[in-house]
């Protein structure tokens, strides 16, 4: 596990002695005041690590900490979904996909996105000074952010009716339905201020090198949310549970930070000192940030109102059709994305090794997410069957689920692309052309989706997120190639290969779903054998054709 920079009053590095079996002191050849010598000689190999590895290398260990933890937590939410769409009605699940996407909004544009973005820059250039002036900047920021968080959280509990009639339609037409609604909501809204500070503790932790925090917390939220679903006959209404499961797990998210926190000694406190000057760097990140990550969230709440005009359980299928989507995104852009902006923060000012840097990401990003999209469009409709055809879920559920997630698999590269894009961008300190661009993608998108939904329903809706998609990364690649450094992070010769790739992934899984009538109910192991040879075939004529087309050798070309 990474471990953080660290630097004593006159700004030297803390190392380890490179003798075998020897420990360095620091306190007799460095200088150092006792304050700091004890956690020198504690962090002393961690900071070696972090400092002595190549930017790259640097890349690739993030990326794989945080990769697998991001994959546990995508795996728990993957079971979270099937347990729910299998204990609760279309109807239910309607209830509280709404009821937890009002203040999952709230936290995707004041939480988690933007709290990053904006702390991880500042704390890293804090850190570079002292590591006493980073603790002093951390303090000041938590503290900022935890009034900010309370007021949003005290407001969206009052106005919470407001809000929900805001992004539904015809709920009121069922009895009981938008009451419900309306009290989930409130009972989940106090999730917005545990998972801001989670995310600012994900922030201060992502500054100094660890990342699997901030890539494991999400579990606990997801197994508290399956428990609950288990225990669901003890509440009433039923789908009641769903609410303080969302409570639970946000205090368990928040508290799986702390230890980490202390071990680094980077434990944030309530201060009235406060930093002017770098908080005032922060907001001026934070501001445009904040536009530029609530698109996202402000795109999920317009496309739950066009799905909630379509038809019951509608929001449903996109939900899980979205969040099956989310899991190749989360495991590698995400991650990648988070990896990379503490790499591109530090060598903002040499842009040769910052467009080094970035193509390296950029080719990971294509490797993976390209192909990922081939194979995932061919299997859609199995693995949305096996996955979720269970109890209360049909087969009109699947049809209409899988048909979603062939459209919106086309989002898997550009929302790639955004997630490591933005960074570059951030490393620059210019926060405001992200959100511009945004604002164009969610312009688009509302337009597609207002001529398409009644024609083509779920589709017209998918559609519309990946045509957004597609047209915020290029915008996002295009401007930062005439702004500041001409971008060229692939040549057309990996293009080519990666396509080639990418057929040959389609074909493989292809294959094995053409021969088989998934319509056939009461068969599940037979469709599960059936969808792990798909996923198996595919897997193969990628990594063959990877091999074989040398694409290893590609991706390490500065």
């Not at 700091?36 to 690590?49: E, G, P, Q, V």
């Not at 024609?455 to 017209?460: A, E, L, M, P």
Request: net charge positive.
């Amino acid at each position: 596990m990474l471990g953080h920079s660290t630097f004593a009053p006159n700004g030297t590095k803390f190392y380890p002695s490179k003798e075998p079996n020897k420990r360095q002191k620091p306190f007799k050849t460095m200088n150092c005041t006792s304050r700091y010598t004890t956690f020198a000689l504690r962090k002393a190999k961690t900071m070696s690590i972090l400092f002595k590895m190549s930017d790259r290398r640097s890349i690739k260990r993030a990326l794989l900490i945080f990769s697998g933890g991001t994959f546990l937590s995508r795996i728990t939410g993957l079971i979270r979904d099937i347990t729910a769409a299998a204990f609760f009605t279309s109807s239910e699940n309607d209830i509280w996909v709404v009821a937890f996407r009002i203040p999952n909004l709230l936290r995707g544009i004041l939480a988690e996105g933007t709290t990053n973005m904006a702390v991880v820059p500042v704390l890293t250039d804090a850190l570079k000074e002292s590591k006493e002036k980073a603790i002093r900047v951390s303090n000041s920021i938590f503290t900022t952010f935890f009034i900010i968080l309370s007021v949003v959280t005290i407001l969206g509990v009052i106005f919470t009716p407001q809000i929900v009639n805001l992004i539904v339609s015809d709920f009121d037409k069922v009895p009981g339905k938008l009451q419900t609604t309306i009290n989930l909501t409130r009972i989940m809204f106090p999730y917005i201020l545990l998972i801001g500070l989670t995310a600012f503790c994900m922030g201060s932790l992502n500054s100094i090198g660890h990342f699997f925090a901030s890539s494991i917390h999400p579990v606990f939220l997801n197994v508290s949310l399956i428990i609950f679903a288990y225990t669901s006959y003890l509440f009433h209404p039923r789908v009641s549970a769903i609410a303080w499961a969302v409570i639970v797990g946000g205090i368990f998210q928040l508290l799986i930070h702390i230890p980490y926190l202390r071990k680094y000694d980077f434990m944030p406190h309530f201060t009235t000192n406060f930093e002017k000057k770098e908080l005032l760097k922060t907001w001026k990140l934070f501001a445009p940030s904040l536009l530029s990550i609530s698109v996202v969230p402000i795109t999920v709440m317009m496309n739950t109102y066009f799905a909630s005009i379509v038809g019951p359980g509608t929001i449903s299928h996109f939900f899980w059709s979205d969040r099956l989507v989310q899991f190749p995104i989360g495991i590698f852009a995400v991650a990648l994305g988070t990896a990379i902006l503490p790499v591109l923060s530090r060598c903002a000012d040499d842009h040769e090794k910052l467009k080094s840097n970035y193509s390296y990401a950029f080719k990971i990003c294509v490797l993976f997410l390209l192909p990922a999209t081939a194979g995932l469009m061919a299997i859609s409709l199995p693995l949305v069957k096996v996955g979720f055809q269970h109890g209360n879920f049909n087969w009109a559920d699947t049809v209409s689920t899988s048909s979603s997630l062939f459209v919106l698999m086309l989002t898997l590269l550009p929302s790639g692309i955004i997630r490591i894009t933005v960074p570059l961008y951030y490393s620059m300190k210019d926060s405001l052309r992200p959100a511009i661009f945004s604002l164009i993608g969610l312009t688009i998108n509302i337009i597609i989706c207002f001529t398409t939904v009644h024609k083509i329903g779920i589709i017209g809706i998918s559609f519309a997120v990946s045509a957004a998609s597609c047209l915020n990364a290029s915008l996002l690649l295009i401007y930062f190639s005439k702004k500041y450094s001409k971008l060229r992070p692939i040549d057309f010769s990996f293009l080519g290969k990666m396509i080639f790739i990418s057929v040959m992934t389609f074909i493989g899984a292809y294959i094995v779903v053409y021969l088989r009538d998934w319509s056939i109910r009461g068969e599940f192991m037979l469709d599960a054998i059936y969808l792990v040879c798909a996923v198996g075939l595919g897997f193969t004529f990628f990594a063959v054709s990877t091999l074989l087309l040398k694409v290893r050798q590609d991706i390490q070309k500065p």
